[in-house]
C-alpha cells in the first residue's frame, strides 16, 4: 500500500491524485482522525510489519517492534499519562531518540499534548516553556548527567505541583516516577484514561522554535496539521511498506517526528533509529554503511552536514538497497549532492520543512531524478505562493516565474499559531503562513528557495539568533555596535561572525572581545567564528544595520583567504553580490590559465550553497 499509486513527479500529477482523492473524500477522512486512529489504522494494516528498529550500536544488537506492538506501546502510555496527568495534561519531555520515546511522544498527542525540548536549552528557557505550555507532566531520561538533574531542579522549584517523570535504562533520579516500573500496570488494548477520538482540530503539541539559541516560541499543532504534513510527505516520497529509512534527527524536532517518523508511520514503511543520539554519535556516522547492510536500508536521510560525513566514510559492505537519499533543515551544497550519487548510485532529494508547517512544506519528489537545488514541488492539498515583498514590508502579488519573492504558505499543515498571539502579527496572516522566506518558482514549477529575509543563521540546521550574539559583544564596555551575520561555509552551511565597532577612544583586541562574548553565550554553536572591528557597520536611512552589505563583506573575507589556500599562487579577482538565487553570488575570474588552479577552485565553490560563476582567460565559464 502506497498512499500514492505512482510517484507524484511532476505539478500535473500532483493534481491528479488531488482529484483521485477528493473522489472518494480520502484525504478529508484522513485529516479528520486523531493522531491515536491514525496509528489504529496503520496497526490495522500492516500489524506484524516491522515499524521501528532501534540501533543500540553500529554492530548490534539491534531491538525492532511492529506496528502491532507500537500501537499497544503507544495506547498502554497514553493510558498511564491520563492516569498520572489526568486527561488533556501537557506533557513536556526532554529525551533522547528511543522506541519508549516515541511511545510518549504519541502517547501525549492521544491524551493531552506533548511539549518536545531541546535539552541543550538553557535551564532557564525550559522553565519558561513549560511554565508557557502549562505542563503538568515533566519527562526525563534515567540518568545522573549532571545537566539533565540542573534543568529538571529547576523546573521542579518553578513549577508547583509538576510531577517528573523518567524513562530509561540508567540511574532513577530523586523524587522522579519510574515509567517502566508504573507503565506496565495499564491496559494496552483499549483506551481507558483517554479519548481514543478527540476532535481532529485539538491541540496535540506545542513545538519551540529557536534552534539551541535564541527566544524560542511554541508553535501550536493539531492531528490535522501533523497528519497533512506527514501524509503529503508520505505522498511525494512515494513511501510503503518496502521501504526502510534511517531517522537519525532528535526528537524534539519536526524532522525527526513528523517528516521522518509520522509520515513513514502512514504508509507502513520502516524506521531505523540511529542510537539516541542520533547522528551526533560518531559510532552511527562510521558505521553508517554495515547499518544500512543490516536493516536493508532504502532510503537514506540526514541534514547535508550529517550526511557528508556520511559520505565521506569509506564503503566497506553491499549498500545496494538504498534507492534514494533525502535531506533538509538547510541547504545542501551541490557537491554533496553530487557525491550522494557517486556513493550510492542514487539520488539525493531536499525536503523544505518548518515548524510552522508541521514540517514539512515541500518535496523534491521520489521517483524521478533529483535537481539541484530545489525543495521541489507543494504538497497534495496545499498551495505556495512567491509574492512579491512592498515597500511598507506588506505582500503583495505573486511574482513571474524565476522572480525573487517572499514564500506564503496555506493548507491543512500551516499552524494556527503560535501559544503566545503577540507572536503572530505578520506571520500568521491572511489565512496562511508568511515564512519570510525568499524564493522563486523555476520554468517546470519546482521551488527554489534564494536566502532568508529574516537574519537567522542557520549553522547544521541550528537556528542561532544573531541577536544572542550581538547582546553578549555589544556588553563589552568599548563596543559601539555589533552585527552578526551568517559566513558561507562549506561543512556548516553557515558560521556566525560578529562584525563590531568600537567607541571613540577605547581600545579591544580580538582575543579580548572573543572571550568576552563566549563568556555570555552558553551555546557553543552561537560562538562567533571570528570578530571583525570595523570603523564603521553600514546602516540604512532610518538607522538600521545593513546586514546583506555585511553578508556580502563576510564571506569576500573568508572566501578570498580560502581560495588563496585551495589554489596556491593562483590570481584572481572575485566580486560577492547579495542579489543570487541562493542568497549570494560569488563570481571569481582567473588571471591565468592553470588547469589544476581552475579545478580546485570549482571544486571548493561546488561545496557551498550560494551560487557561483568562474572565468578563466579563455572566456570559458563555468557555473552553478
Known amino acids: ?148 538533574a540542573k534543568r529538571t531542579e529547576a523546573v521542579r522549584q518553578s513549577v508547583p505541583g509538576i510531577r517528573v517523570i523518567a524513562i530509561g535504562q540508567g540511574p532513577l533520579p530523586p523524587l522522579a516516577i519510574d515509567y517502566e516500573h508504573e507503565v506496565v500496570r495499564y491496559r494496552s488494548s483499549e483506551a481507558t484514561h483517554f479519548d481514543a477520538a478527540r476532535p481532529s482540530l485539538d491541540t496535540v503539541a506545542y ?29 511525494m516520497l512515494h513511501l510503503n ?12 524536532h519536526v524532522g525527526g517526528t513528523v517528516a521522518s517518523s509520522l509520515a513513514p508511520f502512514l504508509a507502513g514503511a520502516r524506521i531505523v533509529v540511529m542510537s539516541g543520539q542520533g547522528f551526533r554519535n560518531p559510532d552511527m556516522i562510521s558505521g553508517i554503511w554495515r547499518i544500512v547492510e543490516r536493516c536493508k536500508v532504502t532510503a537514506l536521510a540526514a541534514v547535508p552536514t550529517a550526511m557528508g560525513a556520511l559520505l565521506s566514510t569509506a564503503v566497506d559492505t553491499d549498500i545496494s538497497s538504498i534507492q534514494w537519499g533525502l535531506t533538509g533543515a538547510a541547504s545542501c551544497p551541490q557537491s554533496v549532492i553530487e557525491r550522494f550519487q557517486q556513493v550510492t548510485g542514487a539520488s539525493l532529494h531536499e525536503v523544505l520543512g518548518m515548524t510552522e508547517t508541521g514540517g514539512v512544506t515541500a518535496v523534491d519528489p521520489v521517483g524521478d531524478a533529483s535537481t539541484a537545488g530545489s525543495v ?23 511574482c513571474d516565474v524565476d522572480m525573487i519573492g517572499v514564500l506564503f504558505v496555506e493548507g491543512a499543515h500551516v499552524s494556527s499559531g503560535y501559544l503566545d498571539p503577540t507572536h503572530n502579527e505578520g506571520v500568521f496572516v491572511e489565512g496562511g503562513l508568511n515564512t519570510g522566506d525568499l524564493a522563486y518558482f523555476g520554468e517546470n514549477g519546482k521551488l527554489f528557495v534564494a536566502g532568508r529575509s529574516k537574519d537567522l543563521i542557520i549553522r547544521s540546521g541550528h537556528n542561532i539568533d544573531p541577536g544572542t550574539i550581538e547582546s553578549a559583544c555589544a556588553s563589552h564596555p568599548a563596543v559601539s555596535l555589533a552585527a552578526a551575520v551568517g559566513q558561507p561555509d562549506a561543512y556548516a552551511g553557515e558560521l556566525p561572525v560578529v562584525f563590531v565597532s568600537l567607541k571613540p577612544g577605547y ?103 550560494f551560487s557561483w560563476s568562474l572565468r578563466n582567460p579563455s572566456e570559458i565559464v563555468y557555473g552553478s
Open 1 to 148: 500500500m502506497s498512499l500514492s499509486a505512482a510517484p507524484l513527479t511532476s505539478a500535473e500529477r500532483i493534481a491528479q491524485f488531488e482529484r483521485e482523492q477528493d473522489m472518494c473524500d480520502l484525504w478529508g477522512a484522513l485529516l479528520s482522525r486523531s493522531i491515536y486512529a491514525a496509528f489504529q489504522q496503520s496497526a490495522s494494516a500492516f500489524g506484524p510489519a516491522t515499524a521501528i528498529t532501534f540501533v543500540r550500536s553500529s554492530s548490534g544488537p539491534d531491538r525492532s517492534i511492529s506496528y502491532k506492538q507500537l500501537l499497544e506501546g503507544i495506547t498502554r502510555t497514553a493510558n498511564f499519562l491520563g492516569d498520572v496527568g489526568g486527561r488533556g495534561c501537557g506533557v513536556a519531555y526532554m529525551l533522547p531518540a528511543s522506541i519508549e520515546t516515541h511511545f510518549l511522544l504519541w502517547g501525549a498527542e492521544s491524551v493531552g499534548y506533548a511539549v518536545p525540548l531541546n535539552p541543550f536549552l538553557l535551564p532557564a528557557e525550559i522553565v519558561a516553556l513549560v511554565k508557557a505550555a502549562r505542563c503538568k507532566l515533566f519527562v526525563i531520561p534515567k540518568t545522573d548527567d549532571p545537566e539533565i
Open 207 to 235: 513545538f519551540h522554535t529557536g534552534g539551541t539559541t535564541g527566544t524560542p516560541k511554541l508553535v501550536a499543532h493539531t492531528s490535522s496539521n501533523q497528519l497533512a504534513a506527514a501524509a503529503g510527505a508520505a505522498a
Open 241 to 252: 511498506p518496502r521501504q526502510c529509512l534511517t531517522n537519525g534527527m532528535p526528537m524534539f
Open 376 to 398: 521541489g514541488f507543494r504538497l497534495p492539498h496545499t498551495r505556495l505562493r512567491v509574492r512579491k515583498l512592498l515597500d511598507d514590508g506588506a505582500l503583495g502579488a505573486d
Open 507 to 609: 581600545k579591544a583586541d580580538i582575543p579580548e572581545l572573543t572571550a568576552h562574548t563566549r563568556e555570555r553565550i552558553a551555546e557553543r554553536p552561537a560562538w562567533p567564528k571570528s570578530i571583525y572591528i570595523v570603523d564603521s557597520i553600514p546602516v540604512t536611512a532610518v538607522g538600521k544595520i545593513y546586514k546583506p552589505a555585511l553578508r556580502v563583506e563576510a564571506a569576500r573575507r573568508s572566501l578570498t583567504d580560502q581560495i588563496t589556500q585551495v589554489a596556491p599562487g593562483a590570481n584572481f579577482q572575485m566580486e560577492v553580490a547579495s542579489a543570487g538565487k541562493r542568497g549570494l553570488h560569488v563570481a571569481v575570474e582567473l588571471s591565468a590559465t592553470d588547469e589544476a588552479s581552475r579545478s580546485a577552485v570549482e571544486t571548493f565553490l561546488k561545496a557551498h550553497t
